[in-house]
């Protein structure tokens, strides 16, 4: 005859399952945020272009101190370190010493680090606040687009078709010079930074519109959401409660990968001369006034890095992050 169970015993005689077999550790449960900074941590090459991204932040927010500490003011011309026969920077290297990290601009002798550093803050500013626009803009209308489909998807998709058909860098050159340099309460570089801003984010929210459409078509046929609106929750609580939360990975890695476009499409306004005006430094527009100076290589090459090092830390960042949130990565 069998013996009757004692179900009276203690947590020591019936150990539940959640326990592992002879070390007495309880598995931990994991969110995605935590599984996501786990992968991460062990992509050094991400890590390593999200601790540039952190630096050159820091850079730009503390970009007076830096130059006070260990440069010139940035618009303070130094004729001193000028060869007045070849209007050329003295010394070795475009005029590199201590007091002078990068060298001197020539025919001036304006100090390139301190220019460099004063025009982070403009570049990293205008990539994040157009950025922030994109996202916002490419987010509603992809989810609106994505969860009512119908004539609605037509609408939107035909209104990204035309934004992706539209020659961005022609209109933004013509209205740039067009616009006074006072307007809508603002003036000067402000009211170009304002510019800047809105003719890049209105302008490339497709680009991240689409994505954000394709995942939402994927959320709005899952259980979750099913379950919801046969507990009759009205549309508006599944977009906010069920649908965005979980488009929040997808949302941060774009927005990741497109802040460096963003950075490139200022300098190259700059570069055109219908960026910020002069002499307010910027890396676009150091870059124009090096191209009449090919011979002096230290001119081009500072800011030319600058670029090429932020453009570089966003993407292996970015990349890095959207291998950490995707589900099927190794």
């Known amino acids: 005859m069998t013996a009757p169970l004692d179900v009276s015993g203690s947590a020591t005689e019936a150990q539940p399952e959640s326990v592992l077999a002879g070390s007495g550790k309880v598995i931990e449960g994991r969110s995605l945020s935590r599984i996501a900074w786990t992968r991460l941590k062990r992509d050094k090459v991400a890590m390593g272009g999200g601790i540039t991204v952190i630096f050159l932040i820091l850079v730009a927010v503390f970009s007076s101190v830096i130059v006070s500490a ?28 201590w ?9 001036n002798g304006r100090d390139i680090f301190s220019r460099i550093v004063a025009g982070a803050w403009i570049s990293l500013l205008i990539g994040f606040l157009a950025t922030l626009v994109s996202v916002v803009i490419g987010t509603v209308m992809g989810v609106v687009a994505g969860y009512f489909g119908g004539w609605v998807d037509n609408v939107i998709g035909r209104i990204m078709d035309v934004f992706l058909a539209f020659p961005l860098l022609v209109f933004a050159i013509a209205l740039a010079g067009v616009i006074p340099d006072e307007g809508f309460g603002l003036s000067g570089n402000g009211l170009r930074i304002a510019l800047l801003v809105f003719i890049i984010g209105f302008f490339s929210w497709p680009y991240i519109g689409r994505i954000i459409r394709g995942q939402t ?22 977009i906010f409660r069920e649908i965005l939360p979980n488009l929040m990975a997808p949302i941060l890695v774009y927005a990741t990968l497109l802040i460096p476009t963003n950075i490139l499409f200022e300098a190259a306004l700059s570069f055109l001369g219908v960026g910020i005006n002069p002499p307010t430094p910027t890396w676009g527009g150091m870059l124009s006034e090096a191209v009449r100076f090919y011979t002096l290589p230290h001119f081009v090459l500072f800011p030319g890095l600058a670029i090429f090092i932020t453009v570089l830390a966003f993407n292996l960042f970015g990349d890095g992050l959207r291998d950490a949130f995707d589900p099927r990565a190794r």
Do not use: N, W
Request: net charge negative; aromatic share 12%.
């Open 99 to 107: 007091d002078f990290l990068f060298g001197v601009e020539p025919v």
């Open 217 to 238: 078509l994927s959320l709005r046929e899952r259980e979750f959401v099913d379950a919801s609106r046969s507990l009759g929750a009205r549309h508006t609580y599944i």
């Open 70 to 97: 260990f440069g010139h003011p940035p618009l303070e011309f130094h004729p001193d370190q000028i060869d007045s026969a070849t209007l050329s920077p003295k010394g070795t290297f475009g005029g590199v010493s």
